[in-house]
């Protein structure tokens, strides 16, 4: 798990510059609908976050954001009667829709707690059964070569302030499940940036993150983060209370490290399908028992002089499942830590938060990207992309919509920009 840390690639850099603002015009056709709403909890009103957005038969989806709002767009060609909501908790909706663009949805999810049947582990424990996931990995996940499409968006905050928001669509391409990562590639198809122009917000650090978190944060496909046999004597495993995701009942796996390592462990939970096996949901944290051991597993590089503390790294990764084969479906990272000078009386804390949701893709025909494409370990986002302006730049792209404090950011960034 060691070399894993050190190859996790993309740079979630912070290395602040005057962004280039350039107008993108939209298309001039359009063949697709918009839906447009908001998820909350029927019972409280209370908006819910990440919620799976899809449209059932195909592979196109998104999420809500932390406002519980949405919006997805469909293809025309798709002839689609309605749209999938699913939440971990709630049972899942299916929203009708109609010829033409749909704003102001508001969809109520029920929980479901006391909708689900009760589950025994038959003479499992909780290691043992985590195991039997693993052997069922190369029946429940795709044995085909998929080129997935994606919206990525990262985000920096000094303190509670925005100063880096850089966004892109990607593609990804992922060889079959039984095989390793050394093929996989990410490549950003179009993307845009906006960076404080203030130089006390430049920040020389370069972490683990950014676009590859698509590859490498796939803990089913890459099992040295967790699940290989080696990595599974370290930890200890406990069975939680079971929960419903899709309606469909799920075992819930708490673990925890039980040694001691030269290098940082985590502690989290896995959700595994009660019918079949399969991981539908990781939710994980870095260990802070020894934060040595934490900065050496997300810090690359940092200036000469400057102290670096971790605070907190969690990760989740969500699949879906499909036509009786489970995908990649969204993936979120969020590190706090505090950087500083040697010989200032005060640190300053950052946030960095990085997210990418799978909203379509392809098996059929689906070739690698070629090398000269591919994002590289040593290049960062705000390198490839240069534009922040036009609110029709993603025309028919799915994206994950921002949230009211984001869209507050970007308007005063813009403005910083155009001082």
């Known amino acids: 798990m060691k070399t894993t840390f050190t190859k996790i690639a993309g740079l979630l850099a912070a290395v602040i510059m005057l962004a280039c603002i350039a107008p993108t015009f939209a298309q001039d056709g359009k063949d697709y609908i918009t839906v447009k709403g908001v998820v909350k909890d029927k019972t409280n009103k209370r908006a819910l976050d990440y919620v799976s957005i ?68 038959l003479g499992f424990d909780a290691e043992a059964l985590v195991r039997r996931a693993i052997s069922r990995i190369e029946y429940n996940y795709s044995p085909n070569t998929a080129l997935l499409e994606g919206f990525y968006r990262e985000t920096i905050r000094k303190r509670r302030t925005y ?48 676009p590859t978190l698509a590859i490498y944060l796939d803990v089913v496909k890459n099992p040295d983060l967790m699940l290989n046999e080696e990595t599974l004597s370290y930890y200890k495993f406990a069975i939680e209370e079971s929960v419903m995701i899709d309606d469909r009942a799920h075992f819930v796996v708490a673990f925890e490290p039980k040694v001691s390592l030269p290098y940082a462990l985590h502690y989290g939970k896995l959700y595994i399908d009660k019918d079949n096996l399969t991981f539908s949901k990781a ?40 036509d009786d084969r489970t995908y990649l479906s969204y993936i979120r990272s969020e590190m706090r830590f505090k950087c ?21 893709g392809r098996e059929e025909n689906a070739t690698r990207i070629p090398a000269k494409l591919a994002f590289r370990e040593s290049q960062a986002l705000y390198d490839k992309v240069d534009s922040f302006y036009d609110k029709d730049f993603w025309e028919d792209y799915n994206i994950i919509e921002p949230d009211e404090s984001l869209e507050s950011a970007v308007s005063k960034l813009k403005k910083a920009n155009t001082k």
């Open 163 to 210: 100063i880096n928001v850089s966004e892109a669509i990607v593609e990804v391409f992922k060889t079959p499940y039984q095989q390793g990562l050394n093929r996989d590639v990410v490549q950003i198809y179009k993307g845009r940036k906006l960076i404080s122009p203030n130089p006390q917000d430049t920040l020389m650090v370069r972490l683990l993150g950014g």
């Open 283 to 322: 939710v994980f944290s870095v260990s802070m028992d020894d934060r040595n051991k934490a900065t050496q597993a997300i810090l690359k590089k940092k200036p000469m002089g400057m102290q670096f503390r971790p605070d907190e790294i969690t990760f989740l990764v969500n699949y879906k499942q499909r």
């Open 54 to 121: 899809s449209v059932p038969g195909s592979n196109i989806g998104t999420v809500t954001n932390i406002n519980g709002e949405f919006s997805i767009k469909i293809k025309d060609s798709l002839n689609a009667k309605s749209i999938k909501v699913s939440h971990l908790g709630y049972s899942t909706h299916n929203q009708t829709i109609r010829k033409g663009d749909m704003t102001d949805v508001e969809i109520l999810l029920t929980p479901n707690a006391n909708l689900l049947e009760e589950i025994t582990v």
């Open 340 to 360: 500083d000078w040697k010989k200032r009386l005060f640190s300053t804390n950052y946030t960095i938060v990085s997210e990418t949701v799978i909203t379509g």
